[in-house]
């Protein structure tokens, strides 16, 4: 059974996470009485990232617990055209084992500050068993 996973990988519209509009939330329903392990967390950065007091972040988790499986912290500084995820970010993962039919959020929050840039598409990359 855990010898082939069927993969989903969940990618999102490009998010500006210099911006000042406002969390955005999406919702992954995997397949049903499917179990799954969350394997990667990341951003494909189509601009560089600048932020100033907080930084651009990607959670995984609940709608009552927005990070019970991941939080992916966008580095400030991260190079244009770049991918980056949780090889750079090591502890994004945090719970890493998703119970079957359990309906994920993913909420795409922006860094605050002054001056702040980063323009991304959020990836989401989960085994399901």
Do not use: R
């Not at 969940?10 to 394997?39: E, N, R, W």
């Not at 950065?45 to 966008?74: C, H, K, P, R, W």
Request: hydrophobic residues 45%; aromatic residues 6%.
């Amino acid at each position: 059974m855990y010898d082939n996973p069927q993969t989903g990988v969940y990618q999102f519209a490009s998010m500006d996470f210099g911006a000042a509009a406002g969390a955005t939330t999406h919702t992954i329903c995997g397949p049903a009485g499917k179990k799954g392990v969350l394997k990667d967390i990341g951003v494909a950065l189509t601009e560089a990232t600048i932020f100033a007091s907080t930084l651009g972040i990607v959670q995984v988790g609940l709608s009552t617990n927005l990070d019970a499986y991941g939080q992916l912290n966008i580095a400030t500084a991260s190079a244009a055209q770049s991918v980056f995820n949780s090889s750079d970010d090591t502890d994004a993962v945090i719970a890493a084992d998703i119970p079957a039919d359990t309906v994920l959020t993913v909420t795409l929050t922006e860094g605050t500050g002054a001056g702040l840039t980063g323009i991304g598409a959020p990836v989401v990359v989960i085994d399901w068993y």
